[in-house]
């Protein structure tokens, strides 16, 4: 393994585009059953997650990791599943702030397990923690997330990241048309004071489980709007390029909010994110129906240089683009893979 701070690879694929941020999905298997990832009818109490010796190993995760970072990975992103279930978390995150050329790591979490370790993921290097809250209204709440959690622990875990030093929380709202969308405006309003960024997703075509329906979806146009008439906003610039939220500024100043048009603005010509699933399967796009297998090769002793040519390779034949092909809202015949595989 080369620790070495020597200068990323520049890998481009078919478009030009670098391969930047790695979304890792640490666990397969999740405590909440939201109907829009994981839905309870089908994901029952036999349903068959992975046994524990096909998730990918921590050595094998840290690994994997400095391996795409010698290809120009920069950012991580831990998540799942839900990844607090993941054991050792700590442990592979220590590991992976060692990684000279990774700048940046962050995790996405249902919150219910976050408040009693957030401070050791603090020490182990973690940067950044997203936290998914669909609603401040307990029973909207319940129904977003299959009646697994309440509004108050996830609150709890917010401020509790904000006293172990995570100056700089997201919460992820994901917009179900008639469930939770009568509520995205308390939901900003409660934030705005409490230097917590809320940022609004458009409920996705992710996966086949889900039953997703385009009328299901509440614009990003509609989202933006419903907020600005109370508490009015205007646009900022993002903070780089291919930033997936568009953001907008309370216009006192005092917070902001992102938008995530993945439906009605597709945003895949800046998009250098590239997903590990739990059970060690690259994908090259949320929607990608050609994952890889890398725990084969990780497993059989492949060398170091051997997996970054087949990552490599893969990366550098890449033309997904599956948000830009989903012209005029119409969902496109495939067999993608689950967001609790993928992780979002
Ligand atoms: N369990 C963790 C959580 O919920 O934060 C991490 C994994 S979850 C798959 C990552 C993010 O994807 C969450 O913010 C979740 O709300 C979002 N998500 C899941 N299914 C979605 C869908 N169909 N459309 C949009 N966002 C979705
Ligand atoms: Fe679990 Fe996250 Fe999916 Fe909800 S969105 S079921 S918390 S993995
Ligand atoms: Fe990236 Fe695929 Fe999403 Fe387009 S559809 S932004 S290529 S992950």
Known sequence: MNN????????RDKFGRPMRDLRISVMDKCNFRCPYCMPAEIFGADYDFLPNHQLLSD????RLAHLFAELGVTKLRITGGEPLIRPNLE??????????????IAMTTNGYFLKPVVQRLKDAGLHRITVSLDSLDETVFSTMNGAKSSVSRVLEAIEASQAAGFDNMKVNCVVKRGVNDHTIVDLARYFKSRNVI????????????????????????????RIDAEL???????????????RYRYLDGENEIG?????????CGDCTRVRLSAAGEYYTCLFGTNQLDLR???RDGTSDQGLKEIIAGV???????????????????????????LGG
Do not use: C, H
């Not at 009015?232 to 568009?246: H, S």
């Not at 990366?315 to 967001?339: C, H, N």
């Open 232 to 246: 009015p906003l205007e646009p900022v610039p993002p903070n780089y390029r291919g930033e997936v939220a568009n």
């Open 296 to 298: 084969t090769p990780l």
């Open 91 to 104: 442990k592979i995150i220590a590991a992976w702030a060692e990684i000279p050329t990774i700048d940046d």
């Open 315 to 341: 990366w550098s034949q890449r033309v997904d683009r599956y948000s830009e092909l989903r012209t005029s809202f119409t969902r496109l015949p495939r067999k993608g893979a689950e967001m609790y595989r």
């Open 59 to 62: 050595d094998e995760l840290i």
């Open 259 to 267: 938008i995530v048009a993945s439906v009605t603005k597709p945003f």
């Open 4 to 11: 070495s701070a020597s200068p990323p690879l520049t890998l």
């Open 198 to 225: 809320v940022r609004y997703i458009e409920y996705m075509d992710v996966g086949n489980l889900n039953g997703w329906r385009l009328d299901d979806v509440v614009t990003a146009e509609d989202i933006f709007k």
